[in-house]
């Protein structure tokens, strides 16, 4: 073995052979492999070796020095390793890295960026700012309402640009934001000849590996003036250094920064001064009338006071969860240092804005529940027992399990607040009879609430039925009630005679009376608004409320909205449902469509065929539906009765195009989604929906779940013309699944939470940065914190300074009007 030079193929074939032989420190011509190894490694590495593998190499020769004392195991770690090792460093040997890239400054922290002298307090007015002054200042009261040092602190950018990564110029990629640092070439300025309204200053820029041309923009006919252009260029004189931040963009004229940040370096080791240059920029919402950078240095400004910032947060609530210090978010959140730090940041600052919100729900619950007292019912009564008895089914375990969370909660004087949230077809109106029955049979009355009167009629007709043979009187109210059997009902509500009624919005509107409300049920609970739920409820003394949705919403979803509630999900269907065939079909495949609707009618079974009704253009889509049921009626199918039904008939219309289907009269339903809540006709099985794509997934399986309510196998076809990729692949996720849940928070993964709730239900706070679809594990965690205090503090007595920031966020959403 030679002295100075590494023999590589020496070393990895001892290695090799002591590997093939079971590592069992093989004798050699001369040494035994360990000792070989040892001398070798006792070498200097070879030349070009870094610092780092240097290190490494001696560490081997003292590692090989033991190998005698290890075990097999051991051994063939360390041979491995050494494998390895000998490898990479072949190759970085013979690939040598690139030149060394001039050192980019460090940019100087933000906090120390503000020369003020005096220190700012966080109540301190925008306008006493150096960035700021008194004009800007109300600018920014007027668009932003930010006020102290405190608001533009808690103002977070809506994004960031991330130029702290310095390249090559030879690595450039278009798409990305870099900076680049190099020697000015030659600068020109000039005014366009064809343009005297833009001036064009012009930077080469060098460094190791290749040149540049960067352009800056100038609007304008103020920057003609050549002095003005003179003074730029010997800003930039040739030989000097400078760093340029930007997007890389590729045009025909090649590689380039677009209108790039430019800052001089004159010395090698000098800070970059400019906030923009070489770091992670803060991107802030733009608002017209405020600058960008205005923004941005006053948030400069204000961090000075960071130190002020009080952490509501206890420190052990921090650790469990994982969270660094508000301070540490705030300033990261505004000026990262770099993409880890910003994310703990934005995590830290999702986490309090889901923590305080579920903090002030589970507070909230906590003062109802010690403020109001109910009547408690039997849960074992009379009226159950026969029901039980009466019942043409048995229940899905789903129901009796949220049918014994029912009971308990009834039977406790605490009021009930649970939301039932159930599949279409899932079973819900059984579980509300439940909870019913109980009431009544305790002395006390209920009302039952639905959203239209299709609803209300039909769980009338379902109740009625087995209330007869209970003989329990009940009674149905809507706005088509005639007069005189109004006041019967009115009558009989105030006498207490009336142990049940049934009805829509007219519930609430006519002055309905109870003798002794005791339960409210609302059904489809998210069609109603706040107020309304109120004014049912103000009906009784504090009466338990059954709500029950057959829109199952994301957990986030449910958190976010209902975090005061109880929530049971009957996550089942009754047991022989098949299920529905879904195929998502294109306008060519009309007739296939149609040929399928004429297959199941000749089996004597039923379709429905429904056209989207979008509320801006209603009269458009009821033409649509109009002229649609004529063509179906008279071209397509004129051997069938085809009836219609849309949200411009009279109710009497309504009930009678509807009975009509129910009877099998006519075998085909035109429909806008007026048919979408709660219908229910099992000899029905197919489902055609035109337009398809202008659905919510969750809308599309409510319509769905119209079908395939009997024995038959039924059919979903969605058609649609649209060829984007979004719609085939919402459209899809029908084809592939029937699950409620699922299906919603798909559906809030394509459109965003808002959408997913509909128009009637806005109330979703406005979170400054969490995210209902990517923020779900730090929501749980949140919530998982807020029942724990509640638990170990539930008036939060011992935690002053949870309250104070739980009463000055609750100010602010109670004021955005969510927690109602
Ligand atoms: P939804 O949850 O959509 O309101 P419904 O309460 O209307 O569902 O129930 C759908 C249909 O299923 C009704 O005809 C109902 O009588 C029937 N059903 C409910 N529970 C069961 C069960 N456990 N077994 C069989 N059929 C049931
Ligand atoms: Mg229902």
């Known amino acids: 073995m030679k002295e100075e030079q590494i023999d590589w193929i020496r070393l990895q074939k001892a290695l090799s052979i002591e590997a093939e032989k079971g590592f069992t420190n093989l004798q050699g011509n001369q040494y035994r492999f360990s000792e070989f190894m040892c001398l070798s490694f006792g070498q200097s590495p070879p030349f070009g070796t870094s610092l780092e593998a240097r290190r490494k190499w001696l560490d081997l020769a003292i590692k090989f020095s033991r190998y005698p004392e290890l075990i097999t195991t051991q051994r063939q770690e360390l041979v491995r390793e050494t494998r390895q090792f000998l490898q990479e460093l072949k190759q970085t040997l013979e690939n040598p890295p690139e030149p060394p890239q001039p050192k980019i400054p460090k940019t100087i922290p933000v906090t120390e960026t503000a020369n003020n002298t005096r220190p700012l307090t966080l109540d301190q007015s925008l306008k006493s700012l150096t960035a700021v002054g008194e004009r800007k200042g109300q600018d920014l009261v007027e668009r932003l309402g930010l006020k102290t040092v405190k ?12 130029y702290s990564r310095q390249v090559y110029i030879k690595n450039l990629e278009a798409g990305e934001t870099v900076t680049l640092v190099g020697t000015v070439k030659r600068c020109n300025c000039f005014t366009s000849p064809k343009n005297t309204k833009l001036t064009i200053f012009e930077i080469v820029l060098s460094d190791p590996t290749g040149q540049i041309k960067l352009n800056r923009f100038y609007a304008g006919t103020r920057y003609n003036n050549k002095g003005w252009q003179e003074r730029q260029k010997r800003f930039y004189p040739p030989g000097a250094t400078i760093a340029a931040s930007g997007l890389v963009k590729k045009s025909k004229y090649g590689v380039t920064l677009d209108n790039p940040e430019i800052e001089i370096l004159d010395s090698s080791g000098s800070q970059i001064e400019s906030i923009k240059i070489g770091r992670v920029l803060p991107v802030y919402p733009l608002t017209e009338g405020i600058a960008a950078d205005l923004i941005r240095k006053t948030v400069v400004e204000a961090l000075t006071a960071i130190n002020q910032i009080k952490d509501p947060l206890p420190n052990d609530l921090k650790n469990i969860y994982g969270l660094i210090s508000l301070k540490e978010a705030i300033a990261n959140i505004h000026y990262p240092d770099n993409s880890n730090l910003l994310a703990h940041a934005r995590r830290r600052l999702v986490f309090d804005e889901f923590f305080f919100l579920q903090l002030g729900f589970l507070q909230r619950r906590h003062k109802l529940q010690q403020n109001q007292t109910s009547a408690s019912f039997n849960p074992r009564g009379q009226l159950i027992e026969q029901f039980n008895k009466i019942i043409p089914f048995s ?3 789903a129901q009796k399990r949220v049918i014994q969370d029912i009971l308990k909660d009834l039977s406790s004087s605490t009021s ?22 109980a009431a009544l049979q305790s002395g006390y009355q209920a009302a039952l609430m639905a959203p239209t009167e299709v609803l209300a009629e039909q769980h009338y007709r379902k109740l009625v039925t087995w209330f007869n043979l209970l003989h329990l009187p009940i009674e149905l109210l809507t706005g088509s009630t005639r007069v005189a059997k109004r006041r019967e009902i009115h009558a009989q509500l105030d006498t207490g005679e009336l142990p049940l009624l049934i009805g829509t919005h007219a519930l609430i509107q006519d002055p309905v009376n109870f003798r002794k409300l005791g339960l409210v049920v609302i059904d489809e609970q998210h069609r109603f608004g706040v107020q309304q739920r109120a004014r049912l409820l103000s009906k009784g003394e504090s009466p338990h409320v059954l709500s029950m949705t057959a829109t199952p919403i994301p957990r986030t ?7 005061d509630l109880d929530v049971s999900q009957i996550d089942e269907l009754p047991p022989g449902r098949q299920p529905i065939q879904t195929v ?32 801006e253009s209603e009269k458009l889509d009821l033409r649509a539906a109009v002229e649609e049921h004529q063509r179906l009626s008279e071209v397509i199918f004129p051997d069938f009765q085809v009836g219609l039904l849309h949200g411009r008939m009279s109710s009497a ?23 979408e809540v709660g219908v229910d006709v099992p000899n029905a099985t197919v489902m055609l929906i035109e337009n398809a794509e202008r659905f919510g997934l969750s809308q599309l399986h409510q319509l769905r779940g119209r079908v395939g309510r009997g024995s038959h196998q039924s059919h979903c076809l969605l058609m649609s013309s649209s060829k984007t990729t979004d719609a085939r692949q919402r459209l899809s996720v029908l084809e592939q699944s029937q699950d409620g849940f699922f299906i919603s928070e798909m559906d809030m993964r394509f459109r965003g939470p808002g959408q997913v709730l509909g128009t009637r239900q806005s109330g979703l706070p406005d979170f400054a940065l969490a995210s209902l679809v990517e923020d779900q594990e730090v929501l749980t965690l949140a919530r998982d914190a807020a029942e724990k205090i509640m638990l170990q503090d539930p008036t939060l007595k011992y935690s002053p300074s949870l309250k104070r920031e739980l009463d000055d966020r609750y100010q602010r959403m109670l004021g955005s009007d969510i927690l109602n």
């Open 584 to 615: 998502a079909l294109t306008g060519q495949q009309r007739t296939q469509a149609y040929d399928l609707i004429r297959r199941e009618i000749a089996q004597g079974r039923q379709a429905y065929i429904i056209f989207p009704m979008i509320e």
């Open 653 to 675: 219309e309504k009930e009678t195009a509807l009975n009509a289907f129910r009877d099998n009269q006519t075998q085909i339903i035109v429909s806008t989604t007026v048919i």
């Open 416 to 437: 009930m607040n649970r939301l039932v949230q159930g599949d279409v077809g899932s079973g819900k109106t059984i579980v509300a009879v439940y909870a019913i029955l």
């Open 557 to 563: 979803l449910a958190l976010t909205l209902h975090g």
């Open 151 to 162: 608001d533009i602190l808690f103002y977070f950018p809506r994004d960031h640009i991330d």
């Open 395 to 397: 229940l899905t375990n």
